[in-house]
């Protein structure tokens, strides 16, 4: 092998190890994201990639998971619920982005919002696939919830103290 084919092989190799390290810290970065991120290929509606996050709350792992259709991860009933937005990113080639209730591999209730994203390789192609990033929002929610509760239960209370003030049974507020 001469001198100029063993530069450009030792060139090969320090790009590759190169790519290797940013694609290593890149799963990094995703896997300590809050945010549950996956890649579907379009032909074949399989994982092709998944972060930890994701994973794990559909009980899996980053291994496991890849190849399984998005029917057999989220189940059926919640695959054909969000069909509708997956044909819109297919067809207008545009984001979608919707909310919904899960329960978790725990079968806890969870509050997400899900953002669908296509790939596309150059404007105006097919996307080749999808990209899906869950946010799980169940804390926001909770918070709203009480928000209202508690609202509802000072209308209560303000209504009652209005109907049954100390002044309307004629005594005064000192008891005389």
Known sequence: M?????????????????????????VRVCNNLSTAIAYYERSSNACRYANRGYAEMFGQTEVSIIGLTLAQIIGDEAAAAIEPQVEQVRRQRLGARHEHQLFDAQGTPRHIEVHLLPHMPQEGDEPLGGFMLISDISRHR????ALRESEERLAKFMHASVDQGPYRSGRSRHGA
């Open 2 to 26: 001469n001198d100029e084919a063993r530069a450009d092989g030792a060139a090969c190799e320090a790009t590759v190890a190169g790519l290797k390290a940013q694609i290593a810290q890149f």
């Open 142 to 145: 909770n918070v709203e919830s």
